[in-house]
């Protein structure tokens, strides 16, 4: 099994990226929401990878985050949900969102999504309630200590994409002035 891919982003065509690792050349698929992160072409990138083997193919799919990924294997379990679909639902919402609908019961948020109907949507309610979960307050609290370190990094002169590619690495702690010491060492590397 691949779970994880580290190498050099060679192409992007959406949903597919092709990540060149010592000569050899992975193509992924992957949803809008980590297609939108990478970086640009020739640029170093790092994915959590799911490979899933089916009778007629070998498909690899790859997330910037654990979360994704877990909600990915979840999502391709329910009844009437396949990969395609599950990266659909992946690019149509984020994680927490579509979290938040599953355990709000809001059926509309989710039907809105391509290839999901009212049965799926309903499914996918009964079948991920348990599963899904996120924790409002600890989701609170790192919303705002990465959201303060974004604005600190954006107003030293770094782009918004590079503050998101230095809190994805150094995983931001409640201290925002060790935050951005560790944000600058990793910039500086």
Do not use: W
Not at 60 to 69: C, M, P, Q, R, S
Not at 97 to 122: D, Y
Not at 135 to 156: C, G, P, R, V, Y
Request: aromatic share 6%; net charge positive.
């Amino acid at each position: 099994m691949i779970g994880q891919i580290i190498g050099k982003l060679i192409k992007k065509d959406p949903p597919y990226i092709l990540i060149d690792v010592q000569g050899i050349g992975y193509e992924i698929e992957v949803p809008m929401s980590t297609y939108f992160e990478l970086p640009e072409i020739g640029g170093e990138l790092k994915l959590i990878t799911h490979f899933l083997v089916r009778e007629d193919s070998h498909q690899l799919f790859g997330f910037l985050t654990k979360k994704e990924k877990i909600t990915f294997k979840h999502l391709i379990k329910v009844n009437g949900i396949g990969s395609r679909v599950a990266l659909a639902v992946l690019s149509g919402m984020s994680v927490d969102e579509l979290a938040q609908s599953i355990k709000n019961n809001e059926i509309s948020n989710i039907v809105r999504l391509p290839g999901i109907g009212k049965k799926t949507a309903e499914r996918m309610i009964i079948e991920l309630r348990e599963k899904i979960t996120i924790d409002d307050s600890i989701k609170a609290e790192k919303s705002k200590n990465e959201s303060d370190l974004t604005n600190a990094l954006i107003s030293l002169g770094y782009s918004n994409k590079e503050a998101k590619r230095a809190i994805k690495d150094i995983c931001p702690k409640d201290n925002l002035e060790e935050n951005i010491k560790a944000a600058l060492r990793y910039f500086s590397k």
